[in-house]
């Protein structure tokens, strides 16, 4: 256990995680670079693109130190967006210490400070790293005092270097060794593991990662899930190299996974204790949360003949991702489809797009809606999570929507600012403290709707990037809402009613109509866009019919040109959906929700 | 189903050289008119490949590039070998381009005497401006001697090509330029609205933010005076660019590229289609020279049609035609009942003005036109 270090690195999006992590990789020789593949933790194309991780990995390094003993180094990369901030804490409850990587030309960031703060929960080693040095325009000056003025950490105990270029790796890997401690734990006492990721492998089921905190774990060992109470028989246990490598045990301090006959990722439970079903520990470890959707929206196939294609897709892709769940459901407007919940828009972003680009489906998503509760006349309770599903105006008794409460960190010179976006967003102030003399912590309780639309955006807007948040759903409140249903063409799209606060119905109304105006390309004749509330018609937008189109000339006799261009067009036309005699765009239905402040 | 082919083929011939490239223009060309005579040479080796596979033909089509930068005694030669080779019809039309610089009325009167009687000028515009802007060798003066030219050697079948949507131009300068034009009472009038290609000179101004990008309010206007002048001066908008005095006059040559007659293009990219199949040349003239010199076909291309294919160009193509789409003919020839299929968009359309549903024909009208792209998406 002496030589075994458990770390993190945490950072703005950006400033160099996957670049540095692959120098460690690079440096330790796990893998050549023959092998090496660009930031080879981040192996989803999505995550590349994007340069998010969005999954939690874990990596074995081993590494001879200057001392001339070789210690185990086990790399854990952590998601970076508030959508997992979960996973996130449970990556570093698996941690002692982290690297804290700031570019240096950026200097200290949003996250920067929003990832400091969460490894200090965990009460880590943090070990700032000074990134991108090499850039002419580094002011690793301005960096150093950033660390001490703004994070509160001793400048002195930075180090510097360019991923990019592999300097000053080495002093980054004995400073993991001399200053992150050893783990703690009694490798004799009863098991306890925590889940910190899962994933999915074809062959083997699910392959999970954890870090273990007490006592040993075996092939042949009967493991019990303690929160999901299940109960599985080991198969295999060993470390990630870049490969899974076999192991004969895991012990209290490793970082290792397990895999145990279990059939899909939902079976596991992120951030749940494994322990031994003969010989179990006293009691879970703590800060298990269950992970639950919060964002619903329907999926429906472009095509109606791809509904099947779909139902499979959807069950192949619900194996790897836990948190994602869905139900059959079906629309007036858009036929079959399902009704899925999401942990919020960035995970329904990807969980839309995996299915467009790794199952190769053209597909339409509703307008995302909270989970409401309406309680009605005769007493029922209703949760609704479907506007379609509204039970409508004189059924309802009380109406109640989610409510959250919001944590939020801004240089002081954003308070003003993102106060009245709060505001803005029916956000009632609980709290406002500052944790460091430049820097303000507001806290706020919002409806939940009002966060999930377009609060990210507007909120790194107002503060320029400087700001980060972190929130939790605490209850659910009496509100006032009414069911705003689009129309277009006089025809309503279901998949486009929204639930509102009805004091926002009318700016709502108008918001969608000219949203869709943008989306909905020009056609061949005029498109009435209209938003109503029970029948009334409160907003109207007109998209004019398309006027002309280059038509000049039909080249000699080159009609394969023209014929083949027509093609494509009429391809990219399957991406719309044809509502009655209009084409609407994929986009449009997420659109509506954004405003236009931006 | 195979099409029908009771109509006799056409005959293009492309002649690759220009003496200078138009600031507009990306179409293939080169300017070393040194490769004339290897290219005629070349040209006739295709025409004896063809010689079982096409026999009659009752339209040709000399176009380019530039036609009138052959002498005229290549152009006898050619001629004479064309009508050695394949059967020409006695009523056939014969039609050459000429750029207004290269011939004058002798030459013409000449070109007469081989049987050609229609002749396409490339005016372009008449104004000055708008001639430089272009980068034609040809000015004002020269459009206009050339249009006289044509009337003076005796030409019954004259036809001018227009550009209009030009950077600055307004609709009162384009409306000089017409009247200008139909001063000569020209019997067909192509107008083609500038298409902007990324490349060419032209192009490179316009991305450089030196001429804004007409607005398609403006190009539809540009488009629905040029027809409604057109019309009410007494020729038929046959076609999205092309106007006729009488059906007469249209151009009988490039109606069968848009009915799926057969056509056989000889030259340098030229694209030929007969039963079903497609051909096409390569570009490069050189290569094209290298082919034949070598008894290589200078085929760099060709696909089958499938029905599918064949039913989606024939409704974009006959949807840019006054004539529109025949619907008995369309569902004999294609297989696909477009009422049936497409009853409630097409009658849509008609509400709309775009169309007009008649007599077993669906027609663009003069707004369908304008957007004859978006009505192609049927």
């Known amino acids: ?598 | 189903m195979i099409p029908e082919e009771t109509a006799l083929a056409g005959l293009y011939i492309h002649v690759p050289f220009c003496k200078s490239r138009c600031f507009y223009c990306d179409f293939y060309s080169v300017t070393d008119t040194g490769l004339i005579p290897r290219f005629l040479k070349a040209l006739f080796k295709e025409i004896d490949v063809y010689r079982e596979e096409f026999s009659g033909f009752d339209t040709l089509y000399l176009g380019g590039g530039t036609p009138s930068l052959l002498a005229l005694h290549q152009i006898e030669a050619l001629l004479e070998k064309v009508h050695k080779t394949f059967t020409i019809l006695g009523a056939a039309e014969i039609t050459i381009e000429v750029n207004p610089a290269d011939w004058k009325k002798n030459d013409l009167k000449a070109l007469q005497g081989m049987g050609i009687n229609r002749i396409n000028i490339g005016v372009q515009s008449l104004n000055e401006n708008e001639l430089t802007l272009l980068g034609r060798r040809h000015n004002r003066g020269q459009a206009i001697s050339a249009l006289e030219d044509a009337q003076a050697a005796g030409f019954t079948n004259i036809g001018i090509d227009l550009i209009y949507d030009l950077p600055g131009q307004t609709l009162a300068g384009w409306q000089e330029t017409l009247n200008q034009a139909l001063d000569f009472a020209p019997d067909h009038l192509s107008c083609y609205e500038l298409e902007i290609k990324p490349g060419t000179p032209l192009g490179q101004r316009y991305e450089l933010g030196e001429f804004p990008y007409p607005s398609q309010d403006l190009m539809r206007e540009f488009f629905m005076r040029t027809s409604e002048f057109l019309e009410f001066s007494g020729y038929i908008h046959y076609e999205v660019s092309n106007f006729a005095k009488g059906m007469e006059r249209a151009s009988r040559h490039n109606r069968k590229y848009w009915d799926h007659t057969p056509y056989l293009g000889l030259g340098p990219s030229a694209h030929s289609f007969k039963a079903g199949r497609r051909w096409w040349n390569h570009s490069s003239v050189r290569q094209y020279l290298d082919d034949l010199a070598k008894d290589r076909m200078p085929v760099e291309g060709s696909e089958e049609l499938t029905n599918e294919q064949l039913h989606t160009e024939a409704l974009f193509l006959g949807l840019r035609t006054k004539q529109g789409i025949d619907l008995e003919r369309h569902k004999l020839r294609y297989g696909h009942d477009l009422m049936q299929e497409k009853g409630p968009v097409l009658e849509q359309w008609g509400r709309e003005g775009l169309i007009e549903i008649e007599g077993g024909f669906v027609r663009p009208k003069r707004a369908g036109m304008a957007v004859a792209d978006g009505l192609a998406q049927l």
């Open chain 1, 1 to 598: 256990m002496e030589y075994i270090r458990n770390f993190s690195i945490i950072a703005h999006i950006d400033h160099g995680k996957s670049t540095l992590a692959d120098r460690l990789i690079l440096r330790t020789g796990v893998c050549d670079v023959r092998t090496y593949k660009d930031q080879m933790l981040d192996n989803m194309d999505i995550e590349r693109e994007r340069g998010i991780t969005i999954k939690s990995q874990a990596i074995t390094l081993p590494y001879q130190a200057k001392d001339g003993k070789t210690y185990s180094l086990n790399l854990i990369d952590t998601p970076g967006h508030v959508d997992f901030s979960y996973e996130v804490s449970r990556s570093l409850a698996s941690c002692e210490g982290v690297l804290l990587l700031i570019d240096a030309a950026q200097g200290v960031q949003a996250q920067t400070v929003a990832n400091l703060y969460l490894a200090m929960e965990h009460d880590l080693e943090i070990i700032p790293v000074i990134n991108k040095i090499d850039l002419p325009s580094a002011d690793v000056e301005r960096v150093i005092e950033q660390i001490d003025a703004e994070l509160g950490l001793d400048p002195d105990t930075h180090l510097t270097c360019s991923a990019k270029e592999g300097i000053g790796i080495d002093d980054i890997l004995e400073a993991i060794v001399r200053r992150v401690s050893a783990p703690r734990g009694d490798a004799e006492a009863p098991l306890s593991a925590l889940i910190f990721d899962a994933h999915y492998d074809s062959f083997r089921g699910t392959v999970i990662n954890c870090r273990i905190f007490d006592g040993k774990v075996r092939s042949g060992d009967t493991i019990h899930f303690m929160f999901n109470d299940s109960i599985y028989r080991v198969e295999e246990v060993g470390h990630f190299l870049m490969t899974r490598q076999k192991r004969e045990q895991l012990e209290a301090g490793e970082v290792g996974y397990i895999i145990a006959g279990v059939k899909t990722v939902s079976d596991v439970s992120i951030g749940d204790t494994i322990t031994l079903e003969d010989r179990p520990c006293a009691k879970p470890l703590s800060g298990f949360k269950e992970v639950k959707p919060v964002v619903f929206a329907s999926i429906y196939p472009i095509a109606s003949d791809d509904y099947e294609d779909l139902a499979d897709s959807l069950e192949k892709y619900k194996l790897n991702d836990a948190a994602f769940i869905y139900e059959k459901d079906s629309s007036v407007a858009l036929g079959q489809g399902f009704r899925c919940g999401f942990l919020g828009l960035l995970h329904l972003d990807i969980v839309q797009e995996r299915l467009e680009r790794e199952y190769d489906l053209s597909i339409i998503l509703s307008v995302p809606s909270v989970r409401y509760r309406f309680t009605l006349q005769d007493g029922t309770e209703l949760y609704v999570d479907n506007p379609a599903h509204y039970p409508g105006a004189s059924a309802i008794e009380k109406s109640e929507e989610p409510y959250i409460r919001a944590a939020m960190m801004m240089p002081e010179r954003y308070v003003g600012a993102v106060m009245s976006l709060c505001m803005e967003k029916r956000g009632i102030q609980k709290n406002m403290n500052y944790p460091s003399p430049s820097r303000a912590e507001l806290v706020f309780e919002m409806p939940l709707a009002e966060v999930i639309y377009d609060f990210y955006d507007r909120f790194k807007s107002v503060t320029q990037g400087y700001g980060s948040y972190d929130y939790d759903l605490i209850d659910y409140r009496e509100s006032k809402l009414v069911l705003l249903d689009i129309l277009v063409n006089g025809e309503k799209v279901d998949a486009l009613s929204q639930i509102v606060h009805r004091d926002r119905a009318r700016a709502r109304g108008v918001q969608a109509c000219d949203r869709l105006k943008d989306e909905i390309p020009r056609q061949m004749y005029k498109i009435a866009i209209q938003g109503a509330i029970g029948g009334e018609i409160i907003s109207r937008s007109t998209i004019s019919a398309y006027r002309k189109d280059v038509t000049a000339k039909c080249y000699g006799g080159d009609i394969t040109r023209k014929r083949k261009l027509l093609e494509k067009q009429k391809k990219g036309k399957k991406r719309m959906k044809m509502i009655g005699s209009v084409s609407i765009p994929q986009s449009a239905f997420l659109a509506v929700l954004k405003s236009d402040k931006d």
